[in-house]
């Protein structure tokens, strides 16, 4: 879809935030959860997000938004914090109409995408995180020499943020994309200008680092994909090996590169999509009777209970936990609709006259 048929909208949190979001493309669902420095409108204007939106919005049907204090939606709030942000999510999800989709987390929307895949697993088809973290840094171990590298960086951020002279900000963007030729780094000096205030910027960087979402990245139920490059200049690739170690139902890949926002000249950028087209378009999908897609692993669940073996006779089949099983088994009880000691017997009972349609000429 071209830029010009970029559908924007807007919708209000709980709070009262006025939070700005935007549609494109065509295919199946994908949203992209809110993280730091977008602009629904500029980044289609903007060498650093174009080419993400260009070949996303070929391939699924995208919805993204600004988080609050940022681009398009309220600069003058009051809660930056994971709630809220989560809270922000489910809203325009709900504003956009989506039902079930691909939840796309990246870096710091990387924790939103986790804690909102545990609430809603419903919802998520697909969870892919790229470039994410469990822990901010404020709760990660610190040296005196770090400590001090921190607040000399908040206060260069409350001087020189919004200045036209980029000599402050050029300080992050050489860690952003630091394999940027001089117009993607000017580029994206412009994009931190325009995104949102000094203030805020430090009050971003400082809720970033209270985020913890490692005792609940446990608890996801969901099919998901984590990608890392294995040199990120923001993220260590450390980072990157926590998240996928915390959930149950995962897919680990290594990229190869520095650029913690990549870029169409990276390496890793055409093995990027392809992980992510793959990832989405080969996980068969039943629809239930209400409509409900099950997940690739909840068909295969799904089959062995209909051949009759145990939770943890597949549990073993799959290397995963018995409680994993259980959750999945949770999920397509949801599905169809099911509840009660006989939902078991029920569920089984379906995916047998699910597999002899399928057969029939």
């Not at 099919?223 to 923001?234: A, F």
């Not at 006259?353 to 002899?356: A, M």
């Given at each position: 879809?071209?830029?010009?048929?970029?559908?924007?909208?807007?919708?209000?949190?709980?709070?009262?935030?006025?939070?700005?979001?935007?549609?494109?493309?065509?295919?199946?669902?994908?949203?992209?959860?809110?993280?730091?420095?977008?602009?629904?409108?500029?980044?289609?204007?903007?060498?650093?997000?174009?080419?993400?939106?260009?070949?996303?919005?070929?391939?699924?049907?995208?919805?993204?938004?600004?988080?609050?204090?940022?681009?398009?939606?309220?600069?003058?709030?009051?809660?930056?914090?994971?709630?809220?942000?989560?809270?922000?999510?489910?809203?325009?999800?709900?504003?956009?109409?989506?039902?079930?989709?691909?939840?796309?987390?990246?870096?710091?929307?990387?924790?939103?995408?986790?804690?909102?895949?545990?609430?809603?697993?419903?919802?998520?088809?697909?969870?892919?995180?790229?470039?994410?973290?469990?822990?901010?840094?404020?709760?990660?171990?610190?040296?005196?020499?770090?400590?001090?590298?921190?607040?000399?960086?908040?206060?260069?951020?409350?001087?020189?943020?919004?200045?036209?002279?980029?000599?402050?900000?050029?300080?992050?963007?050489?860690?952003?994309?630091?394999?940027?030729?001089?117009?993607?780094?000017?580029?994206?000096?412009?994009?931190?200008?325009?995104?949102?205030?000094?203030?805020?910027?430090?009050?971003?960087?400082?809720?970033?680092?209270?985020?913890?979402?490692t005792?609940?990245?446990?608890?996801?139920?969901?099919?998901?994909?984590?990608?890392?490059?294995?040199?990120?200049?923001?993220?260590?690739?450390?980072?990157?090996?926590?998240?996928?170690?915390?959930?149950?139902?995962?897919?680990?890949v290594?990229?190869?590169?520095?650029?913690?926002?990549?870029?169409?000249?990276?390496?890793?950028?055409?093995?990027?999509?392809?992980?992510?087209?793959?990832?989405?378009?080969?996980?068969?999908?039943?629809?239930?009777?209400?409509?409900?897609?099950?997940?690739?692993?909840?068909?295969?669940?799904?089959?062995?209970?209909?051949q009759?073996?145990?939770?943890?006779?597949?549990?073993?089949?799959?290397?995963?936990?018995?409680?994993?099983?259980e959750?999945?088994l949770?999920?397509?009880?949801?599905?169809?609709?099911?509840?009660?000691?006989?939902?078991?017997?029920?569920?089984?009972?379906?995916e047998v006259?699910?597999?002899?349609r399928?057969?029939?000429?």
């Open positions: 879809m071209p830029h010009h048929e970029q559908r924007i909208s807007f919708t209000r949190a709980p709070d009262g935030t006025r939070l700005a979001y935007a549609t494109h493309g065509s295919g199946y669902p994908l949203v992209r959860a809110a993280h730091w420095l977008t602009h629904l409108q500029y980044d289609w204007e903007s060498p650093v997000w174009h080419p993400w939106l260009t070949e996303l919005g070929r391939r699924f049907r995208m919805l993204r938004y600004d988080e609050r204090g940022c681009g398009l939606s309220d600069w003058d709030v009051d809660d930056f914090s994971l709630d809220a942000w989560v809270d922000d999510l489910e809203t325009v999800v709900d504003a956009a109409g989506y039902e079930r989709f691909a939840l796309l987390g990246m870096s710091q929307g990387a924790p939103v995408a986790i804690r909102y895949a545990v609430r809603h697993p419903e919802r998520v088809s697909h969870l892919i995180i790229h470039g994410g973290y469990l822990l901010g840094w404020a709760l990660r171990p610190m040296t005196d020499l770090e400590r001090q590298e921190r607040d000399a960086l908040m206060t260069l951020m409350r001087i020189g943020w919004g200045r036209d002279n980029p000599t402050f900000r050029r300080l992050f963007t050489a860690d952003f994309v630091p394999d940027g030729d001089d117009a993607l780094l000017q580029a994206y000096d412009e994009l931190m200008r325009r995104t949102t205030s000094p203030d805020n910027a430090v009050r971003f960087e400082l809720a970033f680092g209270q985020l913890d979402v005792q609940v990245a446990q608890e996801v139920m969901v099919p998901t994909l984590v990608m890392h490059l294995d040199n990120d200049q923001v993220i260590s690739f450390s980072r990157g090996r926590h998240v996928a170690a915390a959930i149950p139902d995962v897919r680990f290594q990229l190869h590169g520095r650029n913690h926002i990549l870029q169409p000249r990276d390496e890793a950028w055409p093995e990027f999509l392809g992980q992510l087209e793959r990832f989405i378009g080969t996980e068969a999908i039943d629809e239930p009777p209400n409509g409900q897609p099950l997940s690739a692993r909840e068909n295969q669940v799904l089959r062995l209970v209909g009759g073996l145990s939770n943890q006779e597949i549990a073993a089949r799959f290397g995963l936990s018995v409680r994993t099983i959750r999945h949770s999920n397509v009880y949801v599905k169809f609709d099911l509840s009660g000691k006989s939902a078991r017997a029920a569920a089984a009972a379906r006259e699910l597999r002899g399928d057969r029939r000429p």
